[in-house]
């Protein structure tokens, strides 16, 4: 088991503390975050001390996720993970959307019950989550299981006068809160908003006011409330859970670029209007886009991918690394081509994983606490992965000239903690046929018969296994 603090899905946990944390827990203020509101870089101090609140917009449970949401999710976890593995108290808190337009529509098209389509999909996507080793999170919460909460919120914001009622239901009016826009910087839709979630009414008083409470359509899940039986709007819900979860301001709050606006812009007019509190989150954390082979994805296009047929090519390490290696802020696109090239960067780093697991470290061991100190700096720079790997792979390069064992494999377990991307090393008895092979071979490579050497190696990889030569002998392991 690595020496990092250890989580279980779905279970606030406590864990034990790694040799980064014991390094970095005196500097660790000196985490900074790129915040999305202010666009600048800024020190992570929580609100209260060492202990993160941290809320990430789940899915809606419709369909099968997507690389999308593998992309978001990988990311928050490799963040929640670090946070934890220099010394954080980490309350990671994601919620379900289980009640929604697009779960109503698909329910009726399945001509099933809309609760039953969203348990089937939230199944599944907890699989996937256990399949990519997104195991950080501490708590779900159920969009449906905060129904009264978000009437209460409702409420709230009614007596303040910052709603106003038609005949879909009860509006947010925008005129009331000057301030909207602050986080995004503007009021309008852009292309790259997540506009199927904008609320459309013509009874609206403004263009950008958002349903806080939808008044009930015949066939659709309702619940009884003081405006109306209905059922709440998309934004209402985060903040109910978030309030009822955190209180009415909390450390961290994440999700995809697209969510920006209007729904995380929703989100802070809602709460800031309904606690008179500011400001309702202290850093936001926004995961850049993704494309497939430079578009858009898209199931008009046909390129679109979920994570289970993602998982049936390339397997779940391969995945995390490829998301992992490029900054969480950055855009990335999916392609054969990178994930080819992730699957072999991969390979190589398990194999100096196996090939360090046993040995002799013949470095000087200034190297050790150098490569720390600098894999420390380049993630307390909001994260900054793919400098984090370069430290790595110069380890690497430096172990490499010399010869490495336990201590350079021991370090790269540890710097794991929070990527959650190496294999780990299966203690397999090599065959005796396998051996005898190897033995020939060097035997062959003694008369220089070079030839003979090559044909031996070659069936030795059709059988599952790979010869290196080294100083010393051959050392045999399986590809």
Same mark, same amino acid.
């Given at each position: 088991?690595?020496k990092?603090?250890m989580?279980k899905?779905?279970?606030?946990?406590?864990?034990?503390t790694?040799?980064?944390k014991?390094e970095?827990k005196? =500097?660790?203020?000196?985490?900074k975050?790129?915040?999305?509101?202010?666009?600048?870089?800024?020190?992570?101090? !929580?609100?209260n001390?060492? @202990?993160?609140?941290f809320?990430? +917009?789940?899915?809606?449970?419709?369909?099968?996720?997507?690389?999308?949401?593998?992309?978001t999710y990988?990311?928050?976890?490799?963040?929640?993970?670090?946070?934890?593995a220099?010394?954080?108290?980490?309350?990671?808190? &994601?919620?379900?959307?289980?009640?929604?337009?697009k779960i109503?529509?698909?329910?009726?098209e399945?001509?099933?019950d809309?609760?039953?389509?969203?348990?089937?999909?939230?199944?599944e996507?907890?699989k996937?989550?256990?399949?990519?080793?997104?195991?950080?999170i501490?708590?779900?919460?159920?969009?449906?299981d905060?129904?009264k909460?978000m009437?209460? &919120?409702v409420?709230?914001?009614?007596?303040r006068?910052?709603?106003?009622?038609?005949?879909?239901?009860?509006?947010?009016?925008?005129?009331?809160?000057?301030?909207?826009?602050?986080?995004s910087?503007?009021t309008?839709l852009e292309?790259?908003?997540?506009?199927?979630?904008?609320?459309?009414?013509?009874k609206?008083?403004?263009? /950008?006011?958002f +349903?806080?409470?939808?008044?009930?359509?015949?066939?659709?899940?309702?619940?009884?409330?003081?405006f109306?039986?209905g059922?709440? /709007?998309w934004?209402?819900?985060?903040?109910?859970i978030?309030?009822?979860v955190? /209180?009415?301001?909390?450390?961290?709050?994440g999700?995809?670029? =697209?969510?920006?606006?209007?729904?995380h812009?929703?989100?802070?007019a809602?709460?800031?209007?309904?606690?008179?509190?500011?400001?309702?989150?202290?850093y936001w954390l926004h995961?850049?886009?993704?494309t497939?082979n430079?578009?858009?994805m898209?199931?008009?296009?046909?390129?679109f991918i *979920?994570?289970r047929?993602?998982l049936?090519?390339?397997?779940?390490?391969?995945l995390?690394?490829?998301?992992?290696?490029t900054?969480?802020?950055? !855009?990335?696109?999916f392609?054969? #081509? @990178?994930?080819?090239?992730? &699957?072999?960067?991969?390979?190589?780093?398990?194999?100096?994983?196996?090939?360090?697991?046993?040995?002799?470290?013949?470095?000087?061991?200034?190297?050790?606490? *150098?490569?720390?100190?600098?894999?420390?700096?380049?993630?307390?720079d909001d994260?900054d992965?793919?400098?984090?790997f370069?430290?790595?792979?110069n380890?690497?390069?430096?172990?490499?000239?010399?010869g490495?064992?336990?201590?350079?494999h021991n370090?790269?377990?540890?710097?794991?903690?929070?990527f959650?991307i190496l294999s780990?090393?299966?203690?397999?008895?090599i065959?005796?046929?396998?051996?005898?092979?190897v033995?020939e071979? &060097?035997?062959?490579?003694?008369?220089?018969?070079w030839?003979?050497?090559?044909?031996?190696?070659?069936?030795?990889?059709?059988?599952?296994?790979?010869? #290196?030569?080294?100083?010393g002998?051959?050392?045999?392991?399986?590809?």
């Amino acid at each position: 088991m690595d020496k990092v603090i250890m989580v279980k899905q779905n279970a606030e946990v406590k864990g034990k503390t790694s040799s980064v944390k014991r390094e970095a827990k005196e =500097d660790r203020t000196e985490l900074k975050l790129l915040n999305t509101q202010s666009g600048k870089k800024e020190l992570f101090k !929580p609100r209260n001390g060492r @202990n993160v609140k941290f809320f990430v +917009c789940g899915p809606t449970v419709y369909d099968y996720s997507h690389i999308g949401h593998a992309k978001t999710y990988i990311q928050f976890d490799m963040i929640a993970k670090y946070m934890r593995a220099i010394g954080y108290d980490v309350f990671y808190l &994601q919620n379900i959307t289980d009640l929604d337009d697009k779960i109503i529509q698909r329910a009726k098209e399945r001509k099933i019950d809309p609760k039953q389509l969203a348990e089937e999909f939230e199944a599944e996507y907890y699989k996937d989550l256990k399949t990519l080793g997104v195991n950080s999170i501490t708590k779900f919460a159920r969009a449906t299981d905060f129904i009264k909460e978000m009437i209460n &919120q409702v409420k709230i914001l009614m007596e303040r006068g910052y709603t106003y009622e038609n005949e879909d239901g009860v509006y947010f009016d925008l005129s009331k809160f000057p301030e909207y826009g602050k986080l995004s910087g503007r009021t309008a839709l852009e292309a790259e908003d997540a506009v199927t979630r904008i609320d459309e009414s013509v009874k609206k008083r403004n263009k /950008g006011d958002f +349903c806080l409470w939808k008044l009930s359509k015949p066939g659709e899940p309702k619940w009884p409330s003081p405006f109306g039986e209905g059922r709440p /709007g998309w934004h209402i819900e985060d903040t109910a859970i978030t309030e009822t979860v955190f /209180g009415p301001q909390y450390d961290v709050h994440g999700g995809a670029r =697209d969510l920006i606006f209007p729904h995380h812009e929703a989100e802070i007019a809602q709460m800031e209007a309904a606690s008179g509190k500011k400001p309702f989150v202290k850093y936001w954390l926004h995961t850049g886009f993704l494309t497939i082979n430079g578009q858009k994805m898209s199931k008009s296009l046909g390129n679109f991918i *979920t994570i289970r047929d993602a998982l049936k090519k390339w397997n779940a390490k391969t995945l995390r690394y490829f998301f992992i290696s490029t900054h969480y802020r950055s !855009p990335i696109d999916f392609s054969e #081509e @990178n994930l080819v090239k992730a &699957q072999n960067t991969l390979d190589r780093l398990n194999e100096f994983m196996e090939k360090t697991e046993s040995g002799i470290d013949n470095f000087d061991d200034k190297l050790i606490e *150098t490569t720390r100190n600098d894999f420390l700096a380049a993630m307390n720079d909001d994260l900054d992965t793919p400098r984090a790997f370069a430290v790595i792979f110069n380890f690497i390069r430096e172990v490499n000239k010399t010869g490495g064992g336990k201590k350079a494999h021991n370090l790269l377990r540890e710097l794991d903690a929070a990527f959650n991307i190496l294999s780990a090393i299966e203690k397999k008895e090599i065959p005796k046929e396998i051996e005898e092979l190897v033995k020939e071979r &060097q035997l062959a490579r003694e008369r220089k018969d070079w030839k003979r050497a090559d044909e031996i190696r070659k069936k030795i990889n059709e059988m599952g296994y790979a010869v #290196e030569d080294e100083e010393g002998g051959a050392r045999i392991r399986t590809i």
